[in-house]
Nanobody, 126 residues
């Protein structure tokens, strides 16, 4: 059973930075693409970023492109989300997720990911 545990969330002022981490259990972490999603109160869970199995490819939502960077360390079974120039509209619960394939899913949809963490809260004050 794969377990994903996010950490690194918190309260930050607009313009600040946070780095989220997601630690995965199991020996097959390096086989699969990973993604980050977020969900604000009253809104649908939305795609943020994804990374292929070896880190060679990344993909971002337009809303975070140029501000967020996804990376992974397969030796540590961990995926990261570096978030810079944070805005109040980035406030949400952030989830990491594991895809069922090694390449980034064609559709940036939550339904392309089959394992999820419990989420970590990110709050950006204005």
């Amino acid at each position: 059973q794969v377990q994903l545990v996010e950490s690194g969330g918190g309260l930050v002022q607009a313009g600040g930075s946070l780095r989220l981490s997601c630690a995965a259990s199991g020996r097959t972490f390096s086989w699969y693409a990973m993604g980050w999603f977020r969900q604000a109160p009253g809104k649908e869970r939305e795609f943020v970023a994804a990374i292929s199995w070896n880190g060679g490819s990344t993909y971002y939502a337009d809303s975070v492109k140029g501000r967020f960077t996804i990376s992974r360390d397969n030796a540590k079974n961990t995926v990261y989300l570096q978030m810079n120039s944070l805005k109040p509209e980035d406030t949400a619960v952030y989830y990491c997720a594991r895809s069922s394939i090694g390449t980034i899913p064609t559709r940036p949809s939550r339904y392309e990911y089959d394992h999820w963490g419990q989420g970590t809260q990110v709050t950006v004050s204005s």
